[in-house]
């Protein structure tokens, strides 16, 4: 069973940077296709970025794109998600999962496994 723990939310002001670290243990994320999730409080959890298993595709949500970088390192089985400029809106509780190899990265997650982590929180002061 694949195991993910997210790491590095934290609080800061608008126009700030975070870096989120997503930690795999129990399985390779090579044999993945990996996404970031947003809940924020109240609203349902919603699709952030994907990444291909092998880095060489990405998509973004409109709200986000020129802002966040999704990436990954296989050979450490961790994903990253780089965000720039942070806005209020920005404030959630951010996860980790995983699809098929095969998915396409567009899909926004439409197939996932339940590996979902305990998530960690972002929150953008105004």
């Known amino acids: 069973q694949v195991h993910l723990e997210e790491s590095g939310g934290g609080l800061v002001q608008t126009g700030g940077s975070l870096r989120l670290s997503c930690a795999a243990s129990?399985?390779?994320?090579?044999?993945?296709?990996m996404y970031w999730f947003s809940q924020a409080p109240g609203k349902e959890r919603e699709f952030v970025a994907g990444?291909?298993?092998?880095?060489?595709?990405?998509s973004y949500r409109d709200s986000v794109k020129g802002r966040f970088t999704i990436s990954r390192d296989n050979a450490k089985n961790t994903i990253t998600l780089q965000m720039n400029n942070l806005k209020p809106e920005d404030t959630a509780v951010y996860y980790c999962?995983?699809?098929?190899?095969?998915?396409?990265?567009?899909?926004?997650?439409?197939?996932?496994?339940?590996?979902w982590g305990q998530g960690t929180q972002v929150t953008v002061s105004s």
């Open positions: 990444i291909s298993w092998s880095g060489s595709e990405t």
């Open positions: 999962n995983a699809g098929p190899k095969g998915a396409d990265v567009r899909d926004m997650g439409a197939a996932l496994y339940n590996y």
């Open positions: 129990g399985g390779t994320l090579s044999r993945y296709t």
